[in-house]
Structures are given as structure tokens and as C-alpha cells.
């Protein structure tokens, strides 16, 4: 990795952290939680071979980037101005997007509030709904509460610091090991008081061939320096979000040609109702744009590395018409 270049730039009153390597038209890889910028690091190196710029940031809260204290600091407009500005700090009209997990939902914001800014977005993982697809009746994190309960992940996140400290109990390399090698297709349940098998009922002793000691060294160094605070509040906004978008309930998007990648054993992607969602038309209602769907048989969560060239020719494939 060491031909990818590092640098920090002055983002919407933060510092951010950005790794990128290639010249040509820009592709801005955006990460979800929990992750970074290396969570693209085979995406960078295939695509700026192909004479592409690949540029992916530590998002707000993330690793080497500005992790603002107040939890309201980290509302979907927050977020999507500090990738408004990065887009600007580039020197570009318009990017290529590819974004996974909380990046897909800031992805589908930037899409939504800014399409002027973004060529084509290839999302992975997360569709439009239920992040975005507002329903004025309930807020986000009572959908959630409604169908899986208290103990849904999602629910107890929203408590500031019992997480931190259910967290902080546990082993790091354990938690980014249960996380990430994730292929539990239900809903992630933590018992009250206690991490329990988190994500992962079932974690493997030893890593899987896509994923190295050395890239979980990685994200363990930077999740012991960081915590995990910055990322937690993202979903600790999920109601606030709510409210600040009211105005644009009902409105989908129009204008960005997208491409959708799940995995066949994705957790979000076997969420109850989510299959029909993504192929029975409502997906396409909400994304009229909406251009070619895959699903990955036998992949999970974490697609981007652990179906990494399979995903890095999708996208290539993908924004190479434009």
C-alpha cells in the first residue's frame, strides 16, 4: 500500500484523513461502520491502474480524521458537507461514487440533495430504504425498535456511552474479527449489559483468505486510537435525520444512473422484506434511475473486500460507459 498517497485536508471545519492514488476522472469510495478508508484498499489499487483517480477519506469520526465531540454533530448534513467540500477540495464538478453501509446512506443523501455533484453511484450493500425511504408516521429508529425489539443493534446503539463501555470490554481484534467475518443473516441482537456474540454468532478461529492479520492489525490499531464514539453517532442521528429531512418525504431519486451490489448472505440484504423491496419494484420506484442490480452468491456484509476484485470490476464495468 505504500504507493497510496495520504493526505489531510480542511473539510467543512474538520480535518479529514484521504488516501488516494491515480490521475484521471475521479471515483470517491465513501466506508461504513465499522471501517476506514483501507476497507477500499484493492478497489484504489485497481482502479487508478485503469486511469482512474481513487480517492476514499476516514469519514468524520474514522481513524485519522476529526472526531467531533457533540453528538449532533454527525446529522446526515453534517456528513454530506464535509463530502460536498471534499468533492470541491478535489477540483472536480462531479465524481463517481461508490459507497458501502453508512457510506451507501450518505451516498443516497449526496444523491439526493446533490446530484448535480455525482456522474453515476455504484452503492453497495444498503438500498434506499429504510434509511431514506421516510415514512412520515414513524421515525427511523422506532421501525426498527418495532420489529426487532430493544435489543436490535441498531436500538442499542442510541444509548451514549453504555455502548462505548459494552465495547470497550471487549477485545478490538475480537470485535473487528466478529464484525467483519460476519455471515449471521439475522437481525444482530445484544443482550442488555453485554456485547454477547454481537454480530456474529458464529466467528471463526482463524481469518478468512480475504482477510489478513495484517489488514486486522490495521483497523485495531486505529480503533484503539479512535474508539468507536464518532461512528456510533451516526446512529445516534438516524431520528434526528428524520425530522431535519421532513421536506423531502416522498422524493426519491431521478438523475444519477446507479448500480446496486449486495451479497447473497448480506444481513441487511435478508432483512425481512428487504428481497422484495430490491426486486419486486419498490427499490426501482424509489430509484427510477436505477440501472442494473447484483447480488453476489455466497458473499456477506462486507462485500467490497470480501468479494474485493469482483466488486472492483462491477464498478469499472459500471462507470466505464460514462
Known amino acids: 500500500m505504500e504507493s497510496i498517497v495520504h493526505r489531510t485536508v480542511e473539510v467543512n471545519g474538520i480535518k479529514m484523513h484521504v488516501a488516494e492514488k491515480g490521475e484521471g476522472p475521479v471515483v470517491l469510495f465513501l466506508h461504513g461502520f465499522p471501517e476506514l478508508w483501507y476497507s477500499w484498499r484493492h478497489q484504489i489499487l485497481y482502479l487508478s491502474s485503469l486511469g482512474y483517480r481513487a480517492v476514499a477519506p476516514d469519514l468524520r469520526g474514522y481513524g485519522d480524521s476529526d472526531a ?33 453501509d453508512w457510506g451507501a446512506i450518505l451516498g ?77 443473516s439475522g437481525p444482530p441482537i445484544f443482550p442488555k449489559g453485554e456485547y454477547g456474540t454481537g454480530f456474529n454468532p458464529h466467528t471463526p478461529d482463524t481469518l478468512p483468505s480475504w482477510l489478513t492479520q495484517q489488514d486486522l492489525d490495521y483497523f485495531v490499531t486505529k480503533f484503539n486510537k479512535s474508539g468507536f464514539s464518532g461512528g456510533l453517532n451516526y446512529y445516534r442521528n438516524l431520528n434526528l435525520n428524520w425530522e ?39 427499490f426501482k420506484k424509489d430509484v427510477a434511475s ?32 460514462f
Not at 470497550?168 to 449471521?184: F, Q, S
Request: hydrophobic residues 40%; proline residues 5%.
Open 68 to 100: 467531533p465531540a457533540p453528538i449532533t454533530a454527525y446529522t446526515c448534513f453534517h456528513l454530506l458537507g464535509d463530502i460536498v467540500a471534499l468533492i470541491d477540495s478535489l477540483g472536480v464538478d462531479k465524481v463517481f461514487l461508490v459507497a458501502h
Open 108 to 184: 443516497w443523501y449526496l444523491c439526493l440533495f446533490r446530484p448535480d455533484r455525482v456522474k453515476a453511484y455504484v452503492c453497495l450493500s444498503v438500498p434506499f430504504r429504510p434509511f431514506l425511504g421516510r415514512n412520515p408516521q414513524q421515525k427511523t429508529v422506532d421501525i426498527f425498535r418495532a420489529l426487532y425489539g430493544e435489543d436490535y443493534y441498531i436500538c442499542r446503539f442510541q444509548e451514549p456511552g453504555k455502548m462505548e463501555a459494552e465495547l470497550g470490554r471487549v477485545d478490538t481484534a475480537y470485535l473487528m474479527k466478529n464484525i467483519l467475518t460476519t455471515r449471521h
Open 244 to 282: 431535519l429531512t421532513a421536506a423531502w418525504t416522498g422524493v426519491g431519486i431521478e438523475n444519477v444512473p446507479v448500480k446496486f451490489i449486495t451479497g447473497s448472505v448480506d444481513l441487511v440484504y435478508n432483512s425481512p422484506g428487504m428481497k422484495e423491496y430490491i426486486h419486486n419494484g419498490g
Open 290 to 321: 436505477l440501472e442494473e442490480v447484483v447480488v453476489q452468491e455466497g458473499v456477506g456484509h462486507f462485500n467490497n473486500q470480501e468479494a474485493a476484485h469482483d466488486v472492483a470490476n462491477h464498478i469499472h464495468d459500471f462507470i466505464n460507459k
